[in-house]
């Protein structure tokens, strides 16, 4: 491991991160209607970024976090895109 | 239902198969890399001058292959283009997007068009290259044309980018085989490595490559649009 | 790999298999959509932790609105619900 972060700490982020991920998983499963679930998917897709730029600081590269950048930019268009057809203005 | 508890067990079968080969021949990185592989990861900064290796490899040592990819693309979206030319149009009404939509994409516009310019003028430094690059830029009109009230992006000028882009390609090509005797050979100066200008023609290649998937990207979004 | 690492990334195939189990599951095709959205996601991640960059930069790139903005055309149309 190249970056040493403080151990206990990163422990108890990862397992909060993965907390958030099993609860909007359960909330994209049962969900009842389409935009409970596509909350859930844009909530997934933020937690990926987060963990993406964690990755980064774990890795200790920063070119990683072009990656991150690219969900942080786009992952707005998706959302947008459900949204208008769900409305049906697609 | 039975149909359904074969296919999983048939499919759990194929992935323990698949996991223990793997896990017994490839243990992840601790294999000493050898023959071409070797060669890239020891020659590729100091013959193609370029800090990211896959892409010496994705656009010089394999550029003929991605002329061909190019090429798959291009007739990928001419396809599209053809069969949706057939269809008719029913015209209907559509609820007008709201305020808050017109206007944050509005303003993240210009940032996408930026971001996805830094990725392909830096695909030599950084990762990414062309391929995202323009997928990127794509995605930014895709997010422009549904979200605003009168926004679309002239046909002509699409498809001229377009051709225009995969004849410069070809001529880069020609070039090196004109001055290098190698189709697609790096004939510009390599310069100093982890600077923006070096690497010879490969910043030159994912220029074009993140105009033309650009315009092609955004053609077939669209044709699907509108047909 | 760091144990770390190792945990993060058994975590992570939980939700591509749990994703993928929702999109053989579903009648609802947005819902398979947004499956493929989640399973496009983790795997960047996994992209990533194998240490392949320019591959994780294209998935995030193609699977953050393209390929949605894509299926939800065909989607349109076609039709939303599978019909047994």
């Known amino acids: ?90 | 239902m039975i149909r359904r508890l074969i296919a999983l067990l048939v499919s759990l079968y194929l992935g323990y198969i698949l996991y223990s080969f793997v896990y017994v021949h490839f243990p992840f990185g601790e294999r000493p890399l050898r023959g071409v592989a070797a060669h890239y990861v020891e020659n590729g900064i100091k013959e193609e001058g370029a800090t990211n290796i896959v892409t010496s490899i994705v656009t010089l040592y394999r550029g003929f292959d991605t002329l061909g990819e190019v090429t798959v693309l291009f007739l990928a979206a001419t396809g599209l283009g053809l069969i949706l030319a057939g269809m008719k149009r029913e015209e209907e009404e559509k609820p007008e997007p709201t305020l808050i939509m017109e206007t944050v994409t509005k303003h993240l516009f210009p940032l996408v068009l930026l971001f996805g310019s830094y990725i392909f003028i830096h695909g030599h430094l950084t990762p990414g290259g062309g391929f995202p690059a323009g997928v990127v830029i794509a995605t930014g009109y895709f997010m422009m044309f549904i979200a605003q009230r009168s926004f679309t992006p002239s046909e002509y000028l699409l498809s001229a980018t377009e051709s225009f882009a995969g004849t410069l390609y070809v001529i880069v090509g020609l070039l090196g085989l004109a001055l290098a005797f190698s189709f697609l050979d790096n004939v510009m100066p390599l310069g100093i490595p982890n600077r923006v200008f070096s690497a010879g023609i490969i910043p030159v290649i994912y220029i074009i490559i993140g105009f033309k998937v650009g315009s092609e990207m955004t053609g077939i979004l669209l044709h699907l649009k509108e047909a | 790999m760091n144990s770390l690492i190792l945990f993060m990334a058994l975590g992570l195939s939980v939700v591509l298999i749990v994703g993928t189990i929702i999109i053989y599951l579903s009648k609802d095709l947005l819902v398979a959509i947004l499956g493929s959205a989640v399973i496009s996601l983790i795997a960047s991640i996994f992209f990533l932790i194998l240490q392949a960059p320019d591959v994780a930069i294209t998935e995030a790139a193609i699977g953050a609105g393209l390929t949605t903005g894509i299926l939800l055309y065909a989607m349109k149309k076609t039709g939303r619900y599978e019909d047994d």
């Open chain 1, 1 to 90: 491991m190249p970056y040493e972060i403080h151990g206990l700490s990163v422990y108890i982020y990862v397992g909060l991160v993965m907390l958030g991920v099993i609860f909007s998983l359960i909330r994209l499963a049962i969900g009842p209607t389409a935009p409970d679930r596509v909350v859930a998917t844009d909530i997934l897709t933020t937690i990926t970024t987060v963990v993406l730029v964690v990755l980064a600081l774990f890795f200790d590269r920063q070119i990683y976090l072009d990656v991150a950048l690219v969900y942080a930019v786009l992952a707005f268009t998706a959302v947008v895109a459900i949204a208008r057809f769900l409305e049906g203005g697609l």
